[in-house]
């Protein structure tokens, strides 16, 4: 039977209450199934760093590599924390896995399931994709500050794009857009950004060549996140850098019933790493430990993996049993596990 290696990296905060609950569902949904995951867990993230000053080593950098695919909660600790200071666990250890296993694709689906408690009055049909590019644009750390802490400090962020980026993403854009409902928007600033917007521009228009049936729009970033609240159902496949691509998709998660229902994956679609799975939101310090977070992004995070490893019917039980819970779920505020222990009860009713 297959084997899949799983790395695991429940993290900081509500990242390990909510990947328990993902792991119970990954279990229930593969228990039958000639599948076996075989799990290693990496003790990572900003609670790791206090008590060793490790951010993510060689050595377990290569070990996660060594995997199929990753699995992770969230990382990071209370905003602010000063021991935290000079560790930036965001850099060293998320970005530092996105860029180490090319994830240039961050794939954030949004759809609005029945019974999600939007916050818009009459929200229509929601269902789009935002691709996200996630190894240049202002994340590549291409900056620097001088005279610093001075009247005179400079800092620089410089947001790198190149063809071979842009083209690679936006290809594979187009392809989910090809088996979707054939409609692309690129969201940039080229008002602004000419020579950032200007290339995602470009190479849009030239890639858009070779699919004449999809229909190719663009707007303003800023102009977007009005669609994204006024008429989210204008969206299919939306196209879009590392750092326009973060804002949009926790606008998009809260137009959809919440941050705790929207998932992600980090995705290297050539194969040569491991895509690595994630819920869009982050640790949440502020209900660490409370059993108040909602684990449905994370689950509907196992849901995109299973689709990844090319287990699509384990994949849509997932998201039917997801979608299943939802539509009975009404406001009531249950407990973390509550949330997960329900939704493997619908995989196995
Ligand atoms: P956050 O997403 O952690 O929290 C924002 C708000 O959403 C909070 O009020 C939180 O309680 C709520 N929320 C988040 N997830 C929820 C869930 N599953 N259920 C219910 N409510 C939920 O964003 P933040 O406060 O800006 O960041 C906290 C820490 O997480 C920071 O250190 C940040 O850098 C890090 N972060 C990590 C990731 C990641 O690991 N992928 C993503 C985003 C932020
Ligand atoms: C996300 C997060 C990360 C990002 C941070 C924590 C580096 O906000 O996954 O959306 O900006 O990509
Ligand atoms: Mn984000």
């Given at each position: 039977?297959?084997?899949?290696?799983?790395?695991?990296?429940?993290?900081?905060?509500?990242?390990?209450?909510?990947?328990?609950?993902?792991?119970?569902?990954?279990?229930?949904?593969?228990?039958?199934?000639?599948?076996?995951?075989?799990?290693?867990?990496?003790?990572?993230?900003?609670?790791?760093?206090?008590?060793?000053?490790?951010?993510?080593?060689?050595?377990?950098?290569?070990?996660?590599?060594?995997h199929?695919?990753?699995?992770?909660?969230?990382?990071?600790?209370?905003?602010?924390?000063?021991?935290?200071?000079?560790?930036?666990?965001?850099?060293?250890?998320?970005?530092?896995?996105?860029?180490?296993?090319?994830?240039?694709?961050?794939?954030?689906?949004?759809?609005l399931?029945?019974?999600?408690?939007?916050?818009?009055?009459?929200?229509?049909?929601?269902?789009?994709?935002?691709?996200?590019?996630?190894?240049?644009?202002?994340?590549?750390?291409?900056?620097?500050?001088?005279?610093?802490?001075?009247?005179h400090?400079?800092?620089?962020?410089?947001?790198?794009?190149?063809?071979?980026?842009?083209?690679?993403?936006?290809?594979?854009?187009?392809?989910?857009?090809?088996?979707?409902?054939?409609?692309?928007?690129?969201?940039?600033?080229?008002?602004?950004?000419?020579h950032?917007?200007?290339?995602?521009?470009?190479?849009?228009?030239?890639?858009?060549?070779?699919?004449?049936?999809?229909?190719?729009?663009?707007?303003?970033?800023?102009?977007?996140?009005?669609?994204?609240?006024?008429?989210?159902?204008?969206f299919?496949?939306?196209?879009?850098?590392?750092?326009?691509?973060?804002?949009?998709?926790?606008?998009?998660?809260?137009?959809?019933?919440?941050?705790?229902?929207?998932?992600?994956?980090?995705?290297?679609?050539?194969?040569?790493?491991?895509?690595?799975?994630?819920?869009?939101?982050?640790?949440?310090?502020?209900?660490?430990?409370?059993?108040?977070?909602?684990?449905?992004?994370?689950i509907?995070?196992?849901?995109?993996?299973?689709?990844?490893?090319?287990?699509?019917?384990?994949?849509?039980?997932?998201?039917?049993?997801?979608?299943?819970?939802?539509?009975?779920?009404?406001?009531?505020?249950?407990?973390?596990?509550?949330?997960?222990?329900a939704?493997?009860?619908?995989?196995?009713?």
């Amino acid at each position: 039977s297959r084997v899949v290696k799983l790395a695991l990296i429940p993290g900081d905060g509500i990242g390990p209450e909510v990947v328990a609950e993902a792991e119970k569902v990954l279990d229930a949904v593969t228990a039958d199934s000639g599948v076996t995951f075989e799990k290693t867990r990496f003790s990572l993230g900003a609670a790791r760093y206090l008590e060793t000053g490790d951010t993510l080593s060689d050595e377990d950098l290569a070990a996660i590599a060594a995997h199929d695919a990753i699995l992770l909660g969230a990382v990071g600790g209370v905003p602010g924390d000063p021991r935290l200071k000079d560790a930036n666990i965001e850099r060293g250890l998320l970005l530092k896995l996105r860029f180490a296993l090319d994830h240039y694709v961050n794939l954030r689906p949004s759809k609005l399931y029945p019974g999600a408690p939007g916050p818009l009055a009459e929200p229509g049909e929601i269902d789009f994709v935002v691709v996200r590019e996630g190894t240049e644009g202002p994340y590549v750390g291409n900056g620097g500050a001088i005279r610093v802490g001075t009247p005179h400090e400079v800092a620089n962020e410089t947001s790198v794009n190149t063809a071979y980026g842009v083209e690679r993403v936006v290809r594979f854009a187009f392809d989910q857009a090809e088996r979707r409902r054939k409609k692309l928007t690129l969201v940039h600033k080229t008002n602004v950004l000419v020579h950032a917007g200007g290339i995602w521009k470009r190479i849009v228009d030239e890639v858009a060549a070779e699919h004449p049936d999809v229909a190719v729009d663009y707007l303003h970033v800023d102009a977007a996140t009005i669609f994204l609240v006024t008429n989210p159902g204008r969206f299919d496949v939306i196209v879009t850098d590392n750092l326009f691509g973060d804002i949009l998709t926790d606008l998009a998660g809260a137009v959809t019933g919440g941050i705790g229902l929207a998932a992600s994956g980090n995705i290297n679609p050539d194969g040569a790493f491991p895509s690595m799975f994630e819920p869009v939101h982050g640790s949440a310090p502020d209900i660490a430990g409370q059993q108040k977070a909602d684990p449905t992004a994370a689950i509907l995070s196992v849901a995109l993996l299973l689709d990844h490893l090319g287990l699509s019917d384990e994949s849509a039980r997932v998201t039917r049993a997801v979608e299943d819970d939802i539509a009975a779920r009404g406001d009531s505020g249950r407990p973390t596990a509550q949330i997960g222990d329900a939704i493997v009860g619908r995989l196995q009713a």
